[in-house]
């Protein structure tokens, strides 16, 4: 486990819990698909808070980041990928779960374990730095900006899968709803 991942698989007592099963070629066949189904479970959650529109606002783009990562990050892009968001009341959660390689599953645990160990708004000024004297194409801003922009909790398991060479990953993000509106 990597970062500060919780099974919410074993909690009980969530207020709600709603999934979602999708292939990421759908997704790759027209990206505007991310966005809609992250503004979709925006309003949809956003029904919990009193200011709904700043809600929202809020988590539209938290979803948004974990679905587009979810989709470019699954090896088999035919292969059915999970979303998992959870209201267990003083947070709201998220978790994807795809199948990734091993050079993907090592990055994605560095990743998430670095932005647990350090500060969020000096790994974005490090990340900017990098991509533009070292790799445009290398935003790697996604989850330091939820965690800079949203105090996000990101976490991370890792689990060698069934299929030869590749890893279960779950990814989760997690926000207190006093951040969200």
């Known amino acids: 486990m990597f ?3 919780v099974d919410l698989e ?3 007592g969530a207020l709600a819990r709603v999934e979602v099963e999708f ?17 979709f479970f925006g309003a949809y959650f956003s029904h919990d808070f009193a200011d709904r529109r700043t809600a929202e ?5 938290v979803i948004n980041e974990l679905l587009e990562n979810l989709v470019k990050f699954a090896t088999d892009k035919k292969r059915p990928v999970r979303v998992v968001m959870y209201n267990l009341g003083e947070v709201l959660a998220f978790e994807t779960h795809n199948e990734c390689n091993p050079s993907q ?8 374990q670095m932005l647990a160990d350090r500060d969020a708004e000096d790994l974005f000024v490090e990340q900017v730095e990098y991509a533009a ?4 194409s290398a935003s790697g801003l996604g989850f ?3 965690k800079k922009d949203y105090q996000a909790i990101v976490g991370a398991r890792l689990i060698q899968s069934e299929l030869e060479g590749q890893y279960n990953a779950r990814v989760q993000v997690r926000l207190g709803t006093q951040e969200i509106g």
């Open 133 to 136: 004297a070292e790799d445009p």
């Open 10 to 12: 074993q909690r009980a």
């Open 3 to 5: 970062g500060s991942y």
């Open 105 to 112: 599953a090592e990055r994605l645990g560095t990743q998430v």
């Open 57 to 61: 606002n809020t988590l539209s783009p």
């Open 144 to 146: 330091i900006t939820l």
């Open 23 to 39: 292939a990421p070629l759908d997704m790759v066949a027209d990206w505007r698909r991310c966005g809609e189904m992250a503004d």
